[in-house]
């Protein structure tokens, strides 16, 4: 059997590929028994040092107010990133001079400092310069290191999304009589969301897990620093984090899942959406931006969803 995109293994191949798979799996396995053993001799494995984890004082006292503190961190920090991302990428693709070249001279600055900076600056900025109270001053600070790191980010992946669409698709626009701003909105954006949702979602684990670094530094009261104090008072640091681990793995694990549906979503809604415009809807869309709901048009859909239905 062979195929289009390389040719298959022959007998020697074959027998390649089995030792390889065996020499990994003993190796994996090794591995595996190494850390238990040394997990084993050092009283890791315990029941004494596991059992707090079943009971619920160690998830209300310390583990989950530390998990909703890094949700909350991550989530303002993707709600205030995402459009001020969106607006930096898309001003780098101004025609304007004096658009696009202090955006982009604002998303190299702040893409190539590290996070870890931008939470300690800012951290300090507003102990020296506002009267935010102390509790809640970790929590600013990590959100506003967060928002700047991954805005700028974020703006080139808007940015490598749209200027990944062909380039008929803007020509088309403009031959039909659509502004820039009408082209944009209309065409180019709903179409590079779909290609930009990985890189979108790659973004958003990196915000969960760099929020870590606020409990690391700022004493933010996330979730590794909660471990922590969780840690000094039952004695069980190892296990203590192996399980915050499985907690962002999961976490992300659910972010992944979800991002991944909506891809999904979006594909087929755009497989599924082949309408046709008639001229009025045309008229309409070059006047607003937004498709018309000319009577037509939705004749020409429906003949437009049987077409992409078969390709």
């Known amino acids: 059997m062979t195929s289009v995109l390389y ?3 022959g007998p020697g191949a074959k027998r390649r590929n089995i030792v390889y798979s065996a020499v990994f799996l003993v190796l994996l396995a090794l591995g595996v028994w190494w850390v238990y053993s040394a997990m ?3 009283g890791q494995l315990d029941s004494a040092k596991w059992s707090p984890f079943t009971e619920g004082q ?3 006292t310390y583990l989950l107010p530390g998990l909703v503190n890094t949700i909350k961190a991550a989530a303002l920090a993707l709600v205030i990133a995402l459009p001020l991302g969106a607006l930096f990428g898309i001003s780098r693709l101004s025609d304007h001079r004096w658009v696009r070249v202090p955006a ?3 998303v190299e600055f702040f893409r190539a400092i590290p996070v870890l900076i931008l939470m300690v600056f800012a951290n300090q900025f507003y102990s020296e310069y506002t009267d935010i109270s102390s509790d809640m001053r970790p929590l600013y600070a990590v959100v506003t290191g967060l928002v700047l790191y991954n805005a700028s980010v974020l703006a080139e992946v808007v940015r490598a999304g749209i200027l990944s669409l062909p380039k008929g698709q803007t020509e088309a626009a403009k031959a039909i009589g659509l502004r820039k701003g009408q082209t944009m909105r209309s065409i180019l954006l709903p179409q590079s969301v779909t290609a930009m949702l990985p890189a979108l979602v790659s973004q958003l684990v990196v915000i969960v897990k ?3 670094l606020g409990g690391a530094v700022l004493s933010f009261t996330e979730l590794l620093n909660a471990r922590k104090t969780l840690a000094a008072n039952y004695g069980n640091v190892i296990p203590s ?3 915050v681990a499985i907690i962002f793995i999961l976490l992300n694990l659910l972010l992944t899942t979800f991002a991944s549906w909506l891809e999904k979503r979006l594909r087929r809604a755009k497989r599924s959406t082949g309408a046709v415009l008639t001229g009025g809807a045309m008229d309409n869309l070059s006047a607003t931006g937004k498709p018309g709901t000319d009577p037509m048009s939705k004749t020409g859909q429906a003949t437009g969803d049987g077409g992409g239905g078969t390709g």
């Open 7 to 9: 040719d298959a293994p």
């Open 40 to 42: 084993s001799d050092k």
């Open 58 to 60: 160690a998830w209300t």
């Open 104 to 106: 982009g001279v604002v």
């Open 210 to 212: 760099d929020t870590a």
């Open 241 to 243: 984090f192996i399980v």
